[in-house]
């Protein structure tokens, strides 16, 4: 099983409600909101606001992606704002430990984000607190770019470890997926897949989140 969290990073925003109803009753378990910086990304997107504003008209699992320096400065923002999963990355704090703990304070999921050329082995310390790891198959900051094949190993190193130590955290891939590249990373023990631009660039979402539903069968 194979759990899907389109992005909204590609919806359409004059029409956000529509595409989230459209991606909800897909079956869609969990939507991907991309907080932008402008510093630790190039890129400038949304905040807080569309959170809580999401929140009221739906009840997918809000999948909060922070791609901004100090995290620690906006966690309790955000949770506030009802995100049920926040993901920071290990390279945007001096501080992941404490960063995973405020998440944790809030009752609110924790997770953890590993850019392309980071190692599994720095999140090592801190694995038993997170529920999620997500593993960029991008280097991020923006929608649409090709999938990196060599992060596949850190999934399967992660897997390993997941087998191995008995934790419980799901593994979640990020950027450039689709019905294609989804297969290696299933099969190395991806079991959350993120997708933006294949989703919401389709006449058809709802075919394009039951492909990669499909890489499950
Ligand atoms: C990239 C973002 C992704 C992005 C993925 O920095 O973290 O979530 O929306 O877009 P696609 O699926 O188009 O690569
Ligand atoms: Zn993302």
Not at 46 to 61: H, R, T
């Amino acid at each position: 099983m194979i759990k899907v969290a389109p992005s909204i990073l590609s919806a359409d925003y004059i029409n956000l409600q529509r595409d989230i109803e459209l991606v909800e009753k897909a079956g869609a378990e969990y939507l991907h909101i991309d907080v932008m910086d402008g510093s630790f990304v190039p890129a400038i997107s949304y905040g807080p606001a569309w959170v809580k504003s999401i929140k009221k008209i739906s009840n997918m699992v809000l999948d909060t992606h922070l791609m901004i320096e100090n995290p620690e400065k906006y966690i309790d923002t955000f949770a506030e704002a009802g995100s049920d999963i926040i993901g920071v990355h290990v390279e945007a704090t001096n501080h992941i430990h404490r960063a995973l703990q405020m998440i944790k304070n809030n009752n609110v999921k924790a997770e953890v984000v590993i850019n392309p050329g980071t190692p599994v082995d720095l999140i090592k310390p801190i694995l038993y607190m997170v529920d999620q790891v997500l593993v960029m198959t991008v280097n991020p900051g923006f929608g649409g770019q090709k999938f990196l094949p060599e992060t596949i190993k850190k999934i399967k190193e992660l897997d390993e470890i997941r087998k191995n130590s008995g934790l419980k955290f799901d593994i979640e891939i990020d950027g450039g997926v689709n019905n294609e590249t989804v297969k290696d990373a299933y099969e190395a023990g991806a079991n959350v897949a993120v997708a933006g631009s294949y989703v919401f660039g389709a006449d058809n979402p709802a075919d394009r989140i039951n492909a990669i539903k499909k890489v499950a069968d």
